[in-house]
Protein backbone atom coordinates (compact mmCIF):
# COMPACT_ATOMS: atom_id res chain seq x y z
CA UNK A 1 0.00 0.00 0.00
CA UNK A 2 1.53 3.78 -0.96
CA UNK A 3 -0.03 7.12 -0.95
CA UNK A 4 0.91 10.42 -2.68
CA UNK A 5 0.03 13.85 -2.52
CA UNK A 6 -0.51 16.13 -6.32
CA UNK A 7 -0.76 19.22 -4.50
CA UNK A 8 -2.39 20.07 -0.74
CA UNK A 9 -3.28 23.96 0.10
CA UNK A 10 -6.35 26.49 -0.46
CA UNK A 11 -5.41 26.84 -4.14
CA UNK A 12 -5.96 22.83 -4.42
CA UNK A 13 -6.12 19.22 -3.44
CA UNK A 14 -5.21 16.04 -3.96
CA UNK A 15 -4.57 12.73 -2.61
CA UNK A 16 -3.86 9.09 -4.06
CA UNK A 17 -4.15 5.91 -2.41
CA UNK A 18 -3.04 3.32 -3.87
CA UNK A 19 -3.15 -1.07 -3.25
CA UNK A 20 -3.06 -3.91 -5.22
CA UNK A 21 -5.13 -2.79 -8.88
CA UNK A 22 -6.94 -0.07 -6.97
CA UNK A 23 -6.02 3.76 -7.24
CA UNK A 24 -8.09 6.13 -5.36
CA UNK A 25 -8.05 9.88 -5.79
CA UNK A 26 -9.06 11.79 -2.45
CA UNK A 27 -10.23 15.29 -3.59
CA UNK A 28 -9.28 17.12 -6.99
CA UNK A 29 -8.93 20.95 -6.48
CA UNK A 30 -7.32 20.83 -9.36
CA UNK A 31 -8.79 21.46 -13.38
CA UNK A 32 -8.57 18.51 -16.16
CA UNK A 33 -5.18 19.60 -17.22
CA UNK A 34 -3.21 20.73 -14.41
CA UNK A 35 -4.47 17.68 -12.49
CA UNK A 36 -3.30 14.79 -15.73
CA UNK A 37 -0.11 17.19 -15.53
CA UNK A 38 0.38 16.59 -11.60
CA UNK A 39 -0.51 12.77 -11.52
CA UNK A 40 1.77 12.20 -14.14
CA UNK A 41 4.84 13.42 -11.75
CA UNK A 42 4.10 10.82 -9.73
CA UNK A 43 3.23 8.12 -12.40
CA UNK A 44 -0.77 7.79 -12.73
CA UNK A 45 -2.70 8.03 -15.31
CA UNK A 46 -5.96 9.77 -14.97
CA UNK A 47 -7.80 6.25 -16.28
CA UNK A 48 -6.35 4.21 -14.23
CA UNK A 49 -7.96 5.98 -11.07
CA UNK A 50 -10.57 3.88 -9.53
CA UNK A 51 -12.44 6.25 -7.69
CA UNK A 52 -12.49 9.36 -6.55
CA UNK A 53 -14.20 10.40 -3.06
CA UNK A 54 -14.69 13.85 -1.95
CA UNK A 55 -14.10 15.56 1.89
CA UNK A 56 -16.84 18.29 1.30
CA UNK A 57 -18.05 20.60 -1.60
CA UNK A 58 -15.36 23.89 -1.29
CA UNK A 59 -13.80 24.32 -4.31
CA UNK A 60 -10.23 23.52 -3.29
CA UNK A 61 -11.53 19.99 -2.87
CA UNK A 62 -14.51 19.44 -4.93
CA UNK A 63 -13.82 22.45 -7.56
CA UNK A 64 -11.96 19.90 -10.93
CA UNK A 65 -14.10 17.09 -9.83
CA UNK A 66 -16.90 17.00 -12.22
CA UNK A 67 -15.00 17.88 -15.38
CA UNK A 68 -12.06 15.56 -14.63
CA UNK A 69 -14.35 12.49 -13.46
CA UNK A 70 -16.55 13.28 -16.52
CA UNK A 71 -13.08 13.28 -18.61
CA UNK A 72 -11.89 10.28 -18.03
CA UNK A 73 -14.96 8.14 -16.99
CA UNK A 74 -13.87 7.95 -12.95
CA UNK A 75 -16.76 7.14 -10.78
CA UNK A 76 -17.10 9.61 -7.89
CA UNK A 77 -18.30 9.07 -3.91
CA UNK A 78 -19.78 12.35 -1.72
CA UNK A 79 -21.57 12.47 1.29
CA UNK A 80 -25.51 12.80 0.46
CA UNK A 81 -24.84 16.86 1.92
CA UNK A 82 -22.17 17.38 -0.32
CA UNK A 83 -24.02 15.75 -3.32
CA UNK A 84 -26.90 17.99 -2.65
CA UNK A 85 -24.38 20.97 -2.88
CA UNK A 86 -22.68 20.45 -5.58
CA UNK A 87 -25.06 17.99 -7.31
CA UNK A 88 -26.11 19.73 -10.53
CA UNK A 89 -22.44 19.94 -11.46
CA UNK A 90 -22.70 15.79 -11.98
CA UNK A 91 -25.78 16.04 -13.78
CA UNK A 92 -26.29 13.77 -16.72
CA UNK A 93 -22.99 11.87 -15.53
CA UNK A 94 -22.93 7.55 -14.32
CA UNK A 95 -21.47 6.02 -11.26
CA UNK A 96 -22.05 9.34 -8.87
CA UNK A 97 -22.59 7.76 -5.50
CA UNK A 98 -23.83 9.61 -2.34
CA UNK A 99 -22.53 7.71 1.07
CA UNK A 100 -23.31 8.68 4.74
CA UNK A 101 -20.71 10.10 6.64
CA UNK A 102 -20.59 6.81 8.93
CA UNK A 103 -20.99 4.97 6.19
CA UNK A 104 -17.84 1.91 5.37
CA UNK A 105 -17.27 1.33 1.54
CA UNK A 106 -15.17 -0.66 -0.68
CA UNK A 107 -13.31 -0.03 -3.57
CA UNK A 108 -11.59 -2.61 -5.33
CA UNK A 109 -8.70 -3.41 -2.66
CA UNK A 110 -9.25 -1.05 -0.30
CA UNK A 111 -11.98 0.13 2.77
CA UNK A 112 -13.17 3.38 2.85
CA UNK A 113 -13.75 4.83 6.46
CA UNK A 114 -15.30 8.28 6.64
CA UNK A 115 -15.70 10.30 9.42
CA UNK A 116 -17.42 13.53 10.16
CA UNK A 117 -15.26 16.80 11.44
CA UNK A 118 -15.99 20.01 12.33
CA UNK A 119 -15.89 22.27 8.92
CA UNK A 120 -18.19 24.66 7.69
CA UNK A 121 -19.06 22.64 5.40
CA UNK A 122 -22.99 20.51 4.74
CA UNK A 123 -21.81 17.06 5.56
CA UNK A 124 -18.07 17.43 5.58
CA UNK A 125 -15.67 14.56 6.30
CA UNK A 126 -12.13 12.83 5.96
CA UNK A 127 -11.33 9.24 5.29
CA UNK A 128 -9.21 6.43 6.91
CA UNK A 129 -8.42 4.22 3.80
CA UNK A 130 -7.28 0.37 4.33
CA UNK A 131 -6.23 -2.25 2.61
CA UNK A 132 -6.80 -4.95 5.34
CA UNK A 133 -3.29 -4.56 6.45
CA UNK A 134 -2.78 -0.72 6.80
CA UNK A 135 -4.47 2.12 7.78
CA UNK A 136 -3.70 5.80 6.10
CA UNK A 137 -5.70 8.60 8.05
CA UNK A 138 -6.18 11.74 6.40
CA UNK A 139 -7.81 14.88 7.82
CA UNK A 140 -7.24 18.12 5.90
CA UNK A 141 -10.27 20.37 6.90
CA UNK A 142 -10.90 20.37 10.49
CA UNK A 143 -11.65 23.70 12.84
CA UNK A 144 -11.10 21.21 16.45
CA UNK A 145 -10.95 17.61 16.94
CA UNK A 146 -13.75 15.28 18.64
CA UNK A 147 -13.79 12.41 20.45
CA UNK A 148 -14.73 10.64 16.93
CA UNK A 149 -12.08 11.82 14.98
CA UNK A 150 -9.56 10.60 17.83
CA UNK A 151 -11.24 7.01 17.77
CA UNK A 152 -11.03 6.97 13.68
CA UNK A 153 -7.33 8.22 13.55
CA UNK A 154 -5.85 5.82 16.22
CA UNK A 155 -3.61 3.36 15.75
CA UNK A 156 -3.02 4.19 11.95
CA UNK A 157 0.15 3.37 10.14
CA UNK A 158 0.25 7.18 7.89
CA UNK A 159 -1.08 10.01 8.76
CA UNK A 160 -2.05 13.24 6.59
CA UNK A 161 -2.49 15.92 8.87
CA UNK A 162 -3.83 19.09 8.44
CA UNK A 163 -1.51 21.95 9.98
CA UNK A 164 -2.88 25.26 8.52
CA UNK A 165 -1.58 27.64 10.33
CA UNK A 166 0.58 29.42 12.94
CA UNK A 167 -2.15 30.91 15.51
CA UNK A 168 0.05 33.89 15.99
CA UNK A 169 0.98 34.57 12.58
CA UNK A 170 -2.98 34.62 11.70
CA UNK A 171 -3.24 37.10 14.78
CA UNK A 172 -0.63 39.60 13.02
CA UNK A 173 -1.77 39.02 9.29
CA UNK A 174 -3.52 41.23 7.30
CA UNK A 175 -6.27 39.29 7.00
CA UNK A 176 -9.88 40.91 7.37
CA UNK A 177 -10.74 39.73 11.05
CA UNK A 178 -14.07 38.08 9.72
CA UNK A 179 -12.07 35.89 7.81
CA UNK A 180 -9.79 35.20 10.51
CA UNK A 181 -12.28 34.35 12.95
CA UNK A 182 -13.32 31.82 10.38
CA UNK A 183 -9.80 30.34 9.91
CA UNK A 184 -9.53 30.00 13.71
CA UNK A 185 -12.84 29.11 14.95
CA UNK A 186 -14.31 25.58 15.69
CA UNK A 187 -15.69 24.87 12.33
CA UNK A 188 -12.24 25.98 10.34
CA UNK A 189 -9.00 25.16 10.06
CA UNK A 190 -6.47 23.15 12.30
CA UNK A 191 -3.66 25.65 13.88
CA UNK A 192 -0.04 24.08 14.82
CA UNK A 193 -0.68 23.51 18.00
CA UNK A 194 -4.20 22.22 17.44
CA UNK A 195 -2.88 18.99 15.22
CA UNK A 196 0.12 18.36 17.76
CA UNK A 197 -2.40 17.83 20.73
CA UNK A 198 -4.79 16.11 18.11
CA UNK A 199 -1.37 13.42 17.34
CA UNK A 200 -0.53 13.74 21.17
CA UNK A 201 -4.21 12.01 21.70
CA UNK A 202 -3.67 8.91 19.40
CA UNK A 203 -1.69 5.42 19.31
CA UNK A 204 1.24 5.85 17.12
CA UNK A 205 3.16 2.94 17.79
CA UNK A 206 2.38 1.90 14.35
CA UNK A 207 3.03 4.92 13.25
CA UNK A 208 5.36 4.87 9.76
CA UNK A 209 4.35 8.65 8.28
CA UNK A 210 3.47 11.47 8.87
CA UNK A 211 2.86 14.28 6.55
CA UNK A 212 1.60 17.84 7.56
CA UNK A 213 -0.94 19.01 5.27
CA UNK A 214 -2.74 22.07 4.20
CA UNK A 215 -0.43 24.51 4.99
CA UNK A 216 -1.22 28.69 4.87
CA UNK A 217 1.44 30.17 2.66
CA UNK A 218 0.99 33.63 4.55
CA UNK A 219 0.23 32.04 7.70
CA UNK A 220 2.20 28.99 8.51
CA UNK A 221 5.91 27.57 7.88
CA UNK A 222 7.27 24.04 6.96
CA UNK A 223 9.65 24.41 9.58
CA UNK A 224 7.03 25.63 12.26
CA UNK A 225 4.33 22.56 11.22
CA UNK A 226 7.30 20.11 11.88
CA UNK A 227 8.60 21.44 15.02
CA UNK A 228 4.83 21.26 16.58
CA UNK A 229 4.69 17.55 15.46
CA UNK A 230 7.61 16.37 16.04
CA UNK A 231 7.57 17.67 19.63
CA UNK A 232 3.97 15.81 20.12
CA UNK A 233 5.75 12.54 19.17
CA UNK A 234 9.45 13.21 20.49
CA UNK A 235 10.97 12.77 17.20
CA UNK A 236 13.29 14.62 14.75
CA UNK A 237 11.99 17.42 13.00
CA UNK A 238 13.34 15.91 9.76
CA UNK A 239 11.15 13.20 9.85
CA UNK A 240 7.92 14.55 9.01
CA UNK A 241 7.04 15.14 6.15
CA UNK A 242 5.32 18.52 4.30
CA UNK A 243 2.67 17.83 1.41
CA UNK A 244 3.25 21.37 -0.62
CA UNK A 245 0.44 23.44 -2.80
CA UNK A 246 3.03 23.05 -5.47
CA UNK A 247 4.26 19.72 -5.43
CA UNK A 248 2.27 17.67 -2.91
CA UNK A 249 4.99 14.85 -1.85
CA UNK A 250 6.07 12.13 -3.41
CA UNK A 251 5.30 8.37 -2.87
CA UNK A 252 5.30 7.04 0.82
CA UNK A 253 5.09 2.67 1.02
CA UNK A 254 3.33 1.04 3.91
CA UNK A 255 5.12 -2.14 4.54
Do not use: K
Not at 82 to 102: C, K, N, P, Q, W
Not at 154 to 161: E, Q
Not at 164 to 184: F, G, K, T, V
Not at 225 to 253: D, P
Request: charged share 15%; aromatic share 8%; with cysteine.
Amino acid sequence: MRFASIGSGSEGNGLVVEAGATRILIDCGFGVRDAAGRLARIGVAPETLSAVIVTHEHADHVGGVPAFAARYHIPVWLTFGTLGIVGERFAGMDHVYGFDSHDRFAIGDLEVRPFPVPHDAREPVQFVISDGAYRVGVVTDLGMTTPYVQMSLTGCDALVLECNHDLDLLAQSDYPLSLRQRISGRFGHLHNEGAAALLRSLDTTRLQHIVAAHLSQQNNTPAMACAALAGALSCAAEWIGVATQSHGFAWRELN
